[in-house]
Every structure is written in structure tokens, then in C-alpha cells.
């Protein structure tokens, strides 16, 4: 198999927990966009096509061909090494990797720009950091440097994208002191300005209470149902899975079963590599 450049993929990316941003600056428009309501119309498709990643000699992932429309909750599941993280990395466009990835209108079949906004499975944050939230937070969205006079304007549109994940009380924490499902809010805030038209969600409940939990899959169902955007979340949590996934993917190298949660639990794969 043949690795290459995703090269006829154009995409904007607000990933956070990184350090910068890659593709288009989120500009103009598209921060007047944050905040309105838009909520799916069912007519934008990601399509993964034949998607695969070798390292050395080794084949990490291979043929995979998905669908994900917006609207919807998509988990991929699979046991440990089964390249779940390896197939969010791609569609990033973070490794080398064969295929691509299509964001298209099916009114029209047209091919459009792809905006991607990402949560990782943690963020290393060392003790005693004085960066705070709004420090982080700022860094993402403007070009200002963050130790000159804090601008209003800023604030109050990082206080109204907290506020979407019930965390704009969050905002001069310092980010050493915040809990596991407090990071995660500021980190879903932040990926999500502007809403972007694909979530990518890599464990990032991970090490997060029951309560933390359930704030999570509440702020994805707000998601869903008002914002023209498609998730795929990575979750070793079969329980939630079955309770708020639309579609899941069963991944071991390469895709073994998709379809409803309860298709996809019923099946022999399933079984498989469960048990």
C-alpha cells in the first residue's frame, strides 16, 4: 500500500490541547457562525475513503471506507491497539497515511472545505502552570499575545463559549488546578469555536467520574440536536455507547461491523473481540 500526502483535503482545524492551529484562520464569518443555532440538515457527508496507515512494515489500519453524516453520534469501539486513535490521527491529518477524506453537500455532490474540531484523550499540563483557561483559550483564537491587557471583547466571546459547555465560571481558573471534567469542557469549548463540521472526540472521557460522564453525553446530545455537525467519538464505555451512540463502528484494523448500537452488539465480530 501506498502512503501519501492527504493533499486534495483543504480543512481547518481548531484541535485543542495542541500548541497552534492548522489550515484556514477561523475568521469573519465564521466566528459570527459560533453561536447561532443551525441544527443538522442531514444533507453534509464525511466520506472516508480506503483509508489506511503503515508504519515501517506494519499495517496499522487498512480499507477503511465510512460515512458520517451530520446529526449524528458515531463511536468507534475495539480493544486496545485495534488503531482506533491511529484512524482520528488521519483524519487529522497528523500521519502519512493512503485514501481520503471528502466533506461533501449531497444537495449538490459538491466537495467543500472541512473544519475539524478535536479533543484528545488528555492534555499534559505541568504543576503550578499560571496559564489560565482564558490564557489558553485566547492563544486558539487570536493573534494577540496573551500577557498584554486582556481585551473585552475576547472575554466576553470565551465566556459565551464556555458558557455552552457550562463552564464559563471556569474562565481565570488556572488550568493545574481544574479537574479531569472541567478540562474537558474548556477543551470541547474550545474545539467548537467556531462549530466546526466534524468533532472528533478521542476518549476524552477518560479518568472522568460518573457525573463528569453524564454532563459529557448531555453536552454531546445539546450538540446533535442544534448544530449542524457530525461527531465520532473513540469510548471504551460500551454502557453509554449503547445508550447514546446513532451508529457504531467496530474497528480491528480495519472496520469488522457498523450499523445501530444494538445491530452491532448482537453480531458474531462483536463477540469476537469481546467476548
Known amino acids: 500500500m501506498k502512503d501519501k500526502e492527504n493533499q486534495n483535503r483543504s480543512s481547518s482545524q481548531s484541535i485543542a490541547g495542541k500548541t497552534g492551529r492548522r489550515g484556514m484562520k477561523n475568521e469573519g464569518a465564521d466566528r459570527r457562525k459560533y453561536r447561532l443555532l443551525q441544527p443538522p440538515c442531514g444533507l453534509h457527508c464525511i466520506k472516508m475513503n480506503d483509508i489506511g496507515v503503515r508504519i515501517g512494515r506494519e499495517t496499522i489500519i487498512e480499507h477503511v471506507n465510512l460515512h458520517i ?9 475495539g480493544r486496545n491497539g485495534a488503531g482506533k486513535s491511529t484512524l482520528i490521527k ?4 497528523e500521519i502519512r497515511h493512503s485514501g481520503t477524506v471528502e466533506f461533501r453537500d ?20 505541568e504543576k503550578n502552570t499560571p496559564t489560565s483557561v482564558y490564557d489558553m483559550f485566547a492563544s486558539y483564537i487570536s493573534n494577540v499575545p496573551v500577557f498584554l491587557k486582556r481585551s473585552r471583547k475576547l472575554a466576553e466571546r470565551i465566556q459565551s463559549a464556555l ?18 471534567g472541567e478540562l474537558q ?24 467520574d460518573r ?4 454532563l459529557f453525553y448531555r453536552n454531546i446530545n445539546m450538540l446533535k440536536k442544534n448544530y449542524d455537525l ?6 471504551h464505555d460500551l454502557d453509554y455507547v449503547e445508550r447514546y451512540a446513532d451508529s457504531v463502528i467496530l474497528l480491528d484494523r480495519t472496520v469488522l461491523a457498523e450499523g ?12 469476537r473481540v469481546f467476548g
Do not use: W
Not at 469542557?185 to 472521557?205: F, G, K, M, T, Y
Open 185 to 208: 469542557r474548556v477543551l470541547l469549548s474550545i474545539a467548537c469555536d467556531p462549530v466546526p463540521n466534524l468533532l472528533l472526540l478521542d476518549e476524552p472521557v477518560s479518568g472522568i
Open 230 to 235: 457530525a461527531m465520532i467519538l473513540v469510548s
Open 106 to 125: 449531497m444537495r449538490d455532490r459538491s466537495i467543500q472545505d472541512l473544519r475539524i474540531g478535536y479533543v484528545p484523550q488528555q492534555l499534559n499540563i
Open 260 to 271: 445501530p448500537p444494538a445491530k452491532v452488539f448482537a453480531g458474531d465480530e462483536f463477540r
Open 90 to 93: 488521519a483524519v487529522l491529518g
Open 163 to 180: 458558557s455552552l459547555f457550562e463552564a464559563q465560571e471556569l474562565i481565570d481558573r488556572q488550568l493545574c488546578d481544574l479537574s479531569g
Open 69 to 77: 453524516h451530520c446529526g449524528k453520534l458515531t463511536v468507534i469501539i
Open 211 to 214: 457525573n463528569g460522564m453524564e
